[in-house]
């Protein structure tokens, strides 16, 4: 699992799976949040960091797992998902499984900040 896969082989979901192991722990940390739907300034919040370094960390991500942007690795590990194949890496199933403890982000709309706050007066 330490070798890293220069080109696709087997189709994008193997390079993915295979280069998994490159990422760095606070890659891994942007990525799961990423898989719950957060945007960077909801990750940045979550992990005390910058906007500006969650997108780095967002852009190494990409890079590294050789996707064409967010969308394209979020559904090449879906379809890793739906294969089942994320079962063959033992430290990523447990990591990518949603933690229980997280209640989600908090909406960052003004509209909906706004709303909330008409609501409490």
Do not use: C
Request: no cysteine; glycine share 10%.
């Amino acid at each position: 699992m330490d070798q890293v896969i220069s080109r696709p082989v087997g189709g994008k979901v193997d390079y993915v799976l295979n280069n998994l192991a490159r990422l760095s722990p606070r890659e891994r940390g942007v990525l799961r949040l990423m898989l719950q739907g957060g945007n960077a300034k909801q990750i940045a919040s979550q992990l005390h960091l910058s906007p500006r370094t969650v997108e780095t960390h967002r852009e190494r991500v990409i890079m590294k797992l050789g996707a064409d942007g967010t969308l394209d690795l979020l559904a090449t590990l879906l379809q890793a998902f739906a294969g089942h194949r994320i079962g063959e890496f033992d430290e990523w199933r447990d990591m990518l499984r949603p933690d229980p403890g997280f209640a989600g982000f908090e909406p960052t709309s003004g509209r909906i900040a706004a709303e909330r706050e008409f609501d409490r007066h």
